[in-house]
C-alpha cells in the first residue's frame, strides 16, 4: 500500500447514547492523539445502529447529534480530522452492495459476533439480513477511504481480518487486467532508466529472498515518485508485492491501548453494568456516585484496615493518582490511618479537574448547533469527495459503467 494510505485512519462509533469516561480512556484519548499523527476519518455509524435498533429508531438521531459533541467536547479537532456522519454518504452502501457480489455467505455467517451478539441480544430478533451484514457493511466504511489502520478495540478484530480478506478477494478477482505485466513496465519507465532498475532490482530481492527490507525501501522510492499516476502506483505497488494491481488496500487494525477504566463496582466502565461516569455529568451527581461507591468490605468501622486490592477506588487510584497518593492509599488504608472518604478525595478532585473542561466545551457546542452542524457538513462533504473517487474505480474494476 503506498505510504501516504497507510497513514490514513478511519474509525466509527454507533450512536447509542452519552458517552462515559470508560469510552474517553479507551477510546477518544488515543482518537486525539491519532488526528496528529495521521489523516482522520471519524463517523458516526448510523446505520450500523440501525441493524440492531430497528424496531425502535427514534432515538438514534439525538445521539448522533450527542456523540459529534462529545467527540468535540474531547478535542477532535475538525481542522485536523474528518467527522461525518456514516448516512451522509451513500456511497458506502452502493460499496456494501457491489462488494455483497463477491462475498460469500458462509465468511458472513462465520464471523463471531453473529453469533454471539444474537446470543446476547435475545430480546431482539436480529435473524436478518442487515445484521448479518453488519461486517460486510463495516467493510465497506474501512474500503471506501482505502484507510490503512483502523483502531478498534479487541471486540472489532475479527471484522478488520474480514474486511482484509474481502479487498484481497476484490483486488484478486478485478486487479489483473489481461496486460498487467505490460502496464507495470510501462510504469516503471516513468521513473527514469536508473529508477525503473532500482524498482526491479528491490523487487526482486523481496520475491526471490523475502528480504523485507527491500520492500521497504522500494514502497518508499514508489512514493518518493510524484510524476506517476494513481493507478500506475497502484500497479507497481501490486507487482512488488506479488498481486495484481491493488484497487482495494488491506486495512489493519491498530489495537487501542487497552483501557484500565473500572467502573464504579470495579468491573469494566459499560453501560450495561450500570456503572458509569458520563462525560457530561453534573459534577454533584458525579461526587455523589463516587461518594457512595463501595470499598473493601472489610473496614466497617473507621479504625479497621483495609486492603486496596480489594477495593474499587484503587483502581480508579491506578488510573489517577501519583506515586505519592498511591503509597498515602497503600498505607493509610492497611493501617487504618485514613478514612475511605478522604481516600475517594483525591479521585473525586481529579475526575470533576478532567471532565470539568469537557463538559464546558460540550455545553457551548450545545448552545450552538449551527456550528454543529455545519462541521459536519463539511466533513460529510470532504469524506463524500473521496468516497467518490473510490466508487469510480470500484465501478470500473467491475464493469458498472455506461458510456
Ligand atoms: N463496529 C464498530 C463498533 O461496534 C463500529 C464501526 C462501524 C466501525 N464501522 C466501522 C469501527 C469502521 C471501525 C471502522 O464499535
Ligand atoms: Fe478503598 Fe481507600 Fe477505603 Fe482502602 S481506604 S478500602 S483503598 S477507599
Not at 471484522?159 to 516503471?188: M, Q, S, T
Not at 519507465?189 to 527491500?214: P, V
Not at 491501548?257 to 468491573?267: A, Q, R
Amino acid at each position: 500500500m503506498s505510504p501516504s494510505l497507510e497513514r490514513r485512519v478511519l474509525s466509527g462509533m454507533r450512536p447509542t447514547g452519552m458517552l462515559h469516561l470508560g469510552h474517553y480512556h479507551g477510546v477518544l484519548k488515543n482518537w486525539v492523539e491519532l488526528q496528529h499523527q495521521y489523516e482522520c476519518f471519524f463517523f458516526v455509524a448510523d446505520w450500523h445502529a440501525l441493524t440492531t435498533e430497528y424496531e425502535n429508531p427514534s432515538g438514534i438521531a439525538d445521539s448522533v447529534w450527542d456523540l459529534i459533541i462529545d467527540w468535540l467536547a474531547v478535542g477532535i479537532n475538525p481542522g485536523e480530522a474528518t467527522l461525518f456522519v456514516q448516512s451522509r454518504v451513500p456511497e458506502h452502501a452502493e460499496l456494501t452492495l457491489l462488494l455483497s457480489m463477491i462475498t460469500p455467505l458462509g465468511w458472513l455467517e462465520r464471523v463471531p459476533t453473529y453469533k454471539d451478539q444474537q446470543e446476547k441480544l435475545k430480546d431482539k430478533d436480529l435473524a436478518t439480513f442487515g445484521f448479518l451484514g453488519y461486517p460486510l457493511l463495516q467493510t465497506a466504511d474501512i474500503l471506501i477511504y482505502k484507510a490503512g489502520h483502523v483502531p478498534v478495540g479487541e471486540d472489532q478484530v475479527a471484522h478488520i481480518e474480514f474486511a482484509r480478506e474481502v479487498a484481497r478477494r476484490f483486488n484478486y478477482l478485478y486487479g489483473r487486467e489481461p496486460d498487467f505485466k505490460e502496464k507495470v513496465e510501462e510504469a516503471a519507465r516513468k521513473m527514469g532508466k536508473k529508477g525503473a532498475k532500482l524498482y526491479f532490482d528491490l523487487r526482486k530481492r523481496f520475491q526471490e529472498r523475502g528480504d523485507n527490507e527491500a520492500l521497504a525501501t522500494a514502497r518508499a522510492y514508489l512514493e518518493s515518485q510524484h510524476n506517476i499516476a494513481l493507478g500506475d502506483r497502484e500497479r507497481l505497488l501490486g507487482y512488488l508485492e506479488g498481486s495484481g494491481r491493488v484497487i482495494l488496500p488491506e486495512p489493519q487494525a491498530l489495537l487501542s491501548p487497552e483501557s484500565k477504566m473500572p467502573g464504579l463496582d470495579g468491573e469494566k466502565m459499560s453501560k450495561s453494568y450500570g456503572n458509569t461516569i458520563g462525560l457530561r455529568e453534573a459534577p454533584d451527581s458525579i461526587v455523589q456516585k463516587l461518594k457512595t461507591m463501595r470499598t473493601d468490605p472489610a473496614r466497617v468501622r473507621r479504625q479497621d484496615p483495609g486492603d486496596p486490592d480489594k477495593c474499587p477506588v484503587w483502581q480508579f487510584h491506578s488510573v489517577y493518582s501519583g506515586d505519592e497518593v498511591k503509597a498515602w492509599v497503600q498505607d493509610g488504608c492497611r493501617n487504618a490511618g485514613i478514612g475511605c472518604l478522604e481516600c475517594k478525595q483525591p479521585v473525586i478532585d481529579t475526575i470533576l479537574a478532567e471532565l470539568a473542561p469537557i463538559r464546558e466545551r460540550a455545553e457551548e457546542y450545545v448552545k450552538d448547533p449551527d456550528t454543529v452542524r455545519a462541521i459536519v457538513a463539511e466533513g460529510c462533504e470532504a469524506a463524500r469527495d473521496v468516497a467518490r473517487d473510490t466508487i469510480a474505480e470500484v465501478r470500473e474494476a467491475m464493469a458498472v459503467v455506461y458510456r
